[in-house]
């Protein structure tokens, strides 16, 4: 591992979104907010906004992997983190480079799939590669209920069964789950943890807001950051819902469709 021995390094492997909300953009926000350091590998250009995704232009495998391995060669990583990886080549790909040059590293695994605007992020086939490659690598699997549904073949409607969905993705090899319920209905948002050994729920009140564009994105590299310098996974998932709860709050209203989130809140707090 190079380096001088600072912790804070994540890799992030994902795509751009030009609407500056989501994806790659939206990572590197949430990771230099918690105080790390952002390299990426960008799989895909998406030309998107906030009323949704107009076009995907995929970055050739070769060019993927070189992007990682130049990143984990030279500056290393103390945490990487997957978004939109869109074919099963891809995945493919990823796993096999991580299985090669990064099977120590913590990966947090966001498993995008739809974005907030409806569009489809990853084909149909990359679903079953992101079971087989991917889940047996990650410290942790991200999923939204509609993601875990797809992942697991179970329904996802409350928090027990956000629990028994996280159950499944931790027996199909991944360290930990956490099932998001923020696409569910109620009053309060439930985020389910679970280990091999223990569950965990967290709460947050639901803000009535359309500004939740690369809320997934956002939430799972501000968790990465914080694994990668050095927290606790269970403080890194509550200090990075505490983070996205009031980046939502504070959202900036850009756009006329799902807008971004206020990602640099803490920043621009620490430099009053």
């Known amino acids: 591992m190079k380096g001088s021995g600072a912790k804070g390094?994540?890799?992030i492997i994902a795509g751009s979104d030009s609407g500056g909300g989501a994806g790659i953009q939206a990572d590197i926000k949430a990771v230099s907010a918690a105080g790390g350091y952002?390299?990426?590998a960008i799989t895909a250009?998406?030309?998107q906004n906030t009323l949704g995704v107009s076009a995907v232009h995929p970055v050739p495998l070769d060019i993927i992997e070189g992007q990682m391995r130049a990143v984990l060669d030279d500056i290393g990583a103390d945490a990487i983190k997957t978004g939109m990886l869109a074919t099963a080549d891809v995945v493919r790909l990823v796993a096999r480079v991580l299985r090669e040059t990064a099977a120590d590293i913590p990966l947090i695994l966001d498993p995008v799939m739809v974005a907030t605007s409806g569009d489809v992020?990853?084909?149909?086939d990359a679903i079953t590669a992101v079971r087989e490659e991917l889940l047996p690598?990650?410290?942790l699997v991200t999923p939204n209920a509609p993601e875990a549904e797809k992942l697991t073949g179970l329904t996802v409607s409350n928090v027990g069964e956000q629990a028994?969905?996280?159950?499944?993705?931790?027996?199909?090899?991944a360290k930990a789950a956490l099932v998001k319920?923020?696409?569910?209905?109620?009053p309060v948002v439930h985020d389910v943890l679970v280990t091999a050994t223990e569950m965990r729920v967290f709460e947050s009140p639901r803000i009535a807001t359309t500004n939740t564009h690369g809320t997934g994105c956002t939430l799972a590299s501000a968790i990465a950051a914080r694994i990668a310098l050095g927290m606790s996974l269970v403080d890194a998932v509550e200090g990075a819902g505490r983070y996205l709860h009031e980046a939502i709050v504070r959202a900036p209203g850009f756009g006329s469709g799902h807008g971004p989130v206020d990602h640099v809140w803490p920043l621009r707090d620490a430099a009053r």
């Not at 028994?164 to 090899?173: D, F, N, T």
């Not at 319920?181 to 109620?186: A, E």
Request: hydrophobic content about 60%.
């Open 181 to 186: 319920g923020g696409h569910l209905t109620g």
């Open 121 to 124: 992020l990853l084909a149909a």
């Open 137 to 139: 690598l990650a410290a």
């Open 9 to 11: 390094r994540v890799l």
């Open 45 to 47: 250009i998406t030309v």
């Open 164 to 173: 028994e969905a996280g159950r499944a993705l931790v027996a199909a090899g």
């Open 38 to 40: 952002a390299a990426t």
